[in-house]
């Protein structure tokens, strides 16, 4: 009694302590009846073995991640291993360009053209990598001689990829490396948090080298503005003008219209205004006084007649009689005939009046040959045309253009694939048929008409030792002066005579380029010299694709310029330097 007594208080007590005992042989299994229990050990121990799926998983697991770790290493210590050298000390020591100035460029008087200012950035801050604002000369007339600059590019991590300005078209680009100077390096230590800890100048940077061109932006100016101005009212497309000293070979004014400005193009803050330009079908980016190809028409008579001259094709004082055509049988069908007319009938004239009427009946006898009259021919017309620069592109040069062409049996059997006709000899000597010519070309080839046979390499700079191609020998100076007198004859009496102001002696020749097949186009053209006696300054304009019913034309636009330089540059009238 007493044991089932004292049993039952214990278990009580236990309870009230909420702690349940339960003897071994409750729980415990008999290990016999587990048939994987190891009675060898010492405390038995359960086996179920791995399987051979359940391996190769793992051990395809653990090969892959070291396949993607031994490609990770690679990749980043041997193929980005220098990239990445270079960036960690890049965080440590970070150089930091010192922009050189850009150089100043500056007309023949000092006017500026293109210079820099301080941007908004280094006004308002400190700055590490400050670059300056290319400014331009609000003067209309300049893009073209000046070009414009593309600035300093930083990539995405504020890296620099291209650290110095790049000079786009015109003098900037021609002159950039004198104008860019060498940029300098800042060297700059830097903490894991950004913050400058040191910086040592590495090394200063050289300004830029300022360039005074032979510029006169003045005349400049205003040569634009007055082929803007005859161009819009009758009509033209687009047009050129070149003004150049006959003895330094210096360029006065070289313009094009319609022109870019080389504001919006450097700064392309504007990317309206910059598409507008771009997609311009007036093409403002063409150099029309330097890449431009055009027709020249009547311009190259002059060239023709010192051939004739050279090869004793007819003496200068012979009369021909001119119907106003001359027409030529048809070899294959002798009851008919082509006719090659003449823009007027001139009647009876010798070759001072060919010139200064610009009769083509004449040229086309002296040029290819008609009847019992010997012509200068095709061959000729080609070697004397050559020795003025025509027919190729000017040596290394600030304006050296492109090559154009003279048309020869060659060019026409290459090209068409067809024989040559007297027609097309004839069509030649007055500057038509497939005639291309440059503006830049021109003025070399009245310079050396002006100067006795010097062929000067354009220079835009001022003060410029005078480049000579060649000293056209052939050609003795008493014919240049004949046909400097029918070019004088053209302003006081022919087909210039606009340009026969009381101001100053001028000699000229003017031409009207036919275009296309149905010839309702024209390109207008006027080229010269002045003062006639002691020749100083050459000067030719174009008028592009204006009605073959206009009146008014390039003399119209010189005029306009011999008025405005005698109010404002009467100096360059003079003898004294303007």
Not at 425 to 448: D, E, K, M
């Amino acid at each position: 009694m007493s044991f089932f007594l004292k049993n039952f208080m214990f278990w009580r007590w236990n309870r009230k302590r909420r702690i349940i005992e339960i003897a071994p042989d409750e729980i415990m299994l008999d290990s016999r009846n587990l048939p994987d229990f190891d009675r060898a050990q010492f405390e038995g121990r359960l086996e179920k073995p791995i399987s051979k799926l359940t391996l190769f998983m793992v051990v395809g697991v653990f090969g892959a991640l070291m396949i993607v770790f031994l490609v990770q290493s690679w990749h980043l210590q041997i193929r980005l291993g220098e990239e990445y050298l270079t960036r960690s000390e890049k965080n440590t020591l970070r150089p930091i360009p010192i922009f050189a100035g850009r150089g100043v460029l500056q007309d023949r008087d000092g006017r500026l053209l293109a210079w820099n200012s301080p941007s908004q950035k280094e006004m308002t801050t400190i700055v590490e990598d400050a670059v300056a604002i290319r400014e331009y000369a609000t003067s209309t007339g300049l893009a073209h001689i000046l070009g414009y600059v593309q600035y300093p590019s930083k990539d995405k991590n504020g890296f620099y990829y291209q650290d110095d300005f790049e000079g786009i078209a015109g003098a900037e680009e021609y002159f950039n490396e004198s104008l860019q100077g060498v940029n300098g390096s800042r060297l700059v230590e830097v903490d894991a948090f950004g913050t400058i800890v040191s910086e040592n100048v590495v090394r200063r940077p050289i300004q830029g080298k300022s360039i005074t061109l032979s510029i006169d932006s003045r005349v400049q100016s205003a040569l634009y503005y007055n082929i803007k101005d005859i161009a819009r009212r009758v009509g033209f497309t687009g047009g050129a003008g070149v003004i150049m000293d006959v003895n330094s070979g210096e360029l006065i004014a070289l313009t094009s219209y319609p022109e870019y400005s080389s504001q919006v193009m450097s700064d392309r803050n504007d990317t309206a205004q910059v598409k507008s330009l771009l997609t311009n079908p007036s093409l403002p980016f063409l150099n029309r006084a330097v890449d431009g190809l055009y027709t020249p028409g009547s311009i190259v008579k002059p060239y023709i007649a010192l051939g004739v001259l050279g090869e004793n094709i007819i003496d200068p004082a012979t009369v021909i009689v001119t119907t106003g055509s001359i027409s030529i049988p048809n070899p294959y069908d002798p009851t008919k005939s082509t006719v090659f007319k003449d823009w007027k009938n001139n009647g009876s004239i010798d070759m001072l009046h060919a010139i200064s009427v610009s009769s083509d009946v004449y040229f086309y006898i002296v040029g290819g040959g008609y009847k019992d009259q010997k012509g200068l021919g095709i061959v000729n017309i080609d070697k004397y045309l050559r020795l003025f620069g025509l027919g190729s592109k000017i040596p290394e040069s600030f304006a050296r253009g492109k090559a154009g062409v003279i048309p020869t049996p060659e060019w026409k059997k290459a090209t068409f694939n067809e024989d040559w006709y007297i027609g097309n000899t004839y069509h030649t000597s007055i500057g038509q048929y497939g005639f291309q010519v440059t503006l830049i070309q021109i003025i070399r080839a009245v310079a050396s008409l002006a100067n006795n046979g010097l062929l000067l390499v354009p220079s835009v700079t001022k003060n410029s030792v005078p480049q000579i191609e060649r000293s056209i020998e052939e050609i003795p100076d008493k014919n240049f002066a004949i046909v400097r007198e029918g070019m004088r004859l053209s302003v006081t009496e022919g087909v210039a005579k606009s340009l026969d102001v009381p101001y100053v002696k001028v000699a000229a020749k003017s031409g009207t380029a036919e275009l296309g097949v149905t010839k309702e186009k024209v390109n207008s053209w006027i080229t010269g010299f002045w003062p006639y006696e002691n020749p100083r300054y050459a000067f030719v304009v174009m008028l592009e694709s204006g009605s073959v019913h206009n009146l008014v034309g390039a003399a119209a636009a010189m005029r306009q310029q011999l008025d405005w330089m005698n109010e404002n540059t009467p100096g360059y009238f003079n003898k004294a330097e303007p």
